[in-house]
């Protein structure tokens, strides 16, 4: 072979470069488009962590411009569109569903947090909730009497408890029950705004191997909220879930409040390093007005805050 047919060594090395890149592009992209393809519980873990698919991206870009590889990046541009197309819609406010025009008569302020087992001061966290302006506080991963709860929360308020659960409200509380599902109960709140049903959940965790029994759980909360009538209704707590997995295809017909009306993606755990938003406020017949996490002292994971409307405004008399 002449020195003019021979291929180059940097020629080469560019080849190799440019494969490469436009392999992760294309795996990322298709990691982001296809996630529900992937079966098992390599799916569901895949589902959780989807977000963070796209730090594949970036070192894919840094080497496409440095080696100025058009093929790379155009594979990195592909991915990064479908990234965008998931995940940024979370930070351009008015984009989700349910924060429309301010039709609700009635308000309620709704906040959960799981309090942690092992929290040296459950009850701290219990007054730091207190100052969150919420009329109704789901609680979760309550152990020990936990006397402290109704003074904490505020002493005006109601407190009930279901085993590991519980609930406080600032508006009289009706019919509280336990739930099918193993950590839960459901109370009717009697608001000013009118009666709106509560369901507070502490789902079975995402561990390997477990994935059912979570699936279980999570289905079991969904079933309950969706036998409920057809006034407004609210379903609080620690999922276990992330608002991308494909179990959440169980709560269809309810909105969720963060992705509604909150900023960013709204990640509650971990607490020192949330990568992942696995409590949540559900609604129907409801819209959300806004959503936003909050610190929980001694707690590993963020607390949830959503304002929600419902109801519609009297007509003029007469």
């Given at each position: 072979?002449s020195?003019?047919t021979?291929?180059?060594p940097?020629r080469?090395?560019?080849r190799a470069?440019?494969?490469?890149l436009?392999?992760?592009g294309?795996?990322?992209a298709?990691?982001?488009?296809?996630h529900?393809?992937?079966?098992?519980d390599?799916?569901v873990?895949?589902?959780s962590?989807?977000?963070?698919v796209?730090?594949?991206i970036l070192?894919?870009?840094?080497?496409?411009?440095?080696?100025?590889?058009?093929?790379?990046?155009?594979?990195?541009?592909?991915?990064?569109?479908?990234?965008?197309f998931l995940?940024l819609?979370?930070?351009?406010p008015?984009?989700?569903?349910?924060?429309g025009?301010d039709t609700g008569?009635g308000r309620?302020?709704v906040?959960?947090?799981?309090?942690?087992a092992?929290n040296?001061?459950?009850?701290?966290?219990l007054?730091?909730?207190s100052g969150?302006g919420a009329?109704?506080v789901?609680?979760?991963?309550?152990?020990?009497p936990a006397e402290?709860a109704?003074?904490?929360?505020g002493e005006?308020?109601?407190?009930?408890r279901q085993?590991t659960v519980?609930?406080?409200?600032r508006?009289?509380?009706?019919?509280p029950?336990?739930?099918d599902?193993?950590r839960?109960?459901?109370a009717t709140?009697?608001a000013?705004?009118g009666?709106?049903?509560?369901?507070v959940?502490?789902?079975?965790?995402?561990?390997p191997?477990?994935?059912?029994?979570r699936?279980?759980?999570?289905e079991?909360?969904a079933?309950?909220?969706?036998a409920?009538?057809e006034g407004p209704?609210v379903?609080?707590?620690d999922m276990?879930?992330a608002a991308?997995?494909r179990?959440?295809?169980?709560?269809?017909g309810?909105g969720?409040?963060?992705?509604?009306a909150?900023w960013?993606p709204g990640?509650?755990w971990s607490?020192s390093a949330?990568m992942?938003?696995l409590?949540?406020?559900?609604?129907?017949?409801m819209?959300?007005?806004s959503?936003?996490?909050?610190?929980v002292?001694?707690?590993?994971?963020?607390g949830?805050?959503?304002?929600?409307a419902?109801?519609?405004?009297a007509g003029?008399?007469g």
């Amino acid at each position: 072979m002449s020195e003019t047919t021979r291929p180059r060594p940097h020629r080469q090395r560019l080849r190799a470069g440019d494969a490469f890149l436009v392999g992760t592009g294309a795996l990322a992209a298709l990691l982001l488009a296809g996630h529900r393809l992937v079966p098992g519980d390599l799916g569901v873990f895949l589902d959780s962590g989807l977000p963070w698919v796209g730090l594949l991206i970036l070192p894919a870009a840094a080497g496409a411009l440095l080696l100025r590889s058009r093929a790379g990046l155009a594979a990195v541009g592909v991915a990064s569109l479908v990234w965008a197309f998931l995940f940024l819609p979370a930070y351009v406010p008015g984009l989700g569903a349910g924060n429309g025009s301010d039709t609700g008569a009635g308000r309620l302020t709704v906040a959960t947090l799981n309090i942690d087992a092992e929290n040296p001061d459950p009850c701290g966290a219990l007054r730091e909730a207190s100052g969150w302006g919420a009329d109704v506080v789901a609680v979760e991963e309550i152990t020990g009497p936990a006397e402290c709860a109704s003074s904490a929360l505020g002493e005006n308020g109601t407190w009930i408890r279901q085993g590991t659960v519980g609930l406080w409200s600032r508006h009289p509380v009706g019919g509280p029950a336990p739930l099918d599902i193993f950590r839960g109960l459901r109370a009717t709140v009697h608001a000013p705004g009118g009666d709106v049903v509560v369901l507070v959940g502490h789902v079975a965790s995402l561990r390997p191997r477990a994935v059912g029994e979570r699936n279980d759980s999570l289905e079991a909360l969904a079933a309950d909220a969706e036998a409920e009538g057809e006034g407004p209704v609210v379903v609080a707590g620690d999922m276990n879930t992330a608002a991308t997995d494909r179990a959440m295809d169980v709560f269809d017909g309810f909105g969720e409040a963060q992705r509604a009306a909150g900023w960013g993606p709204g990640f509650t755990w971990s607490s020192s390093a949330s990568m992942v938003r696995l409590d949540h406020v559900f609604y129907r017949g409801m819209e959300a007005r806004s959503a936003g996490v909050r610190e929980v002292p001694g707690s590993d994971h963020r607390g949830v805050v959503a304002e929600l409307a419902y109801g519609r405004p009297a007509g003029p008399a007469g």
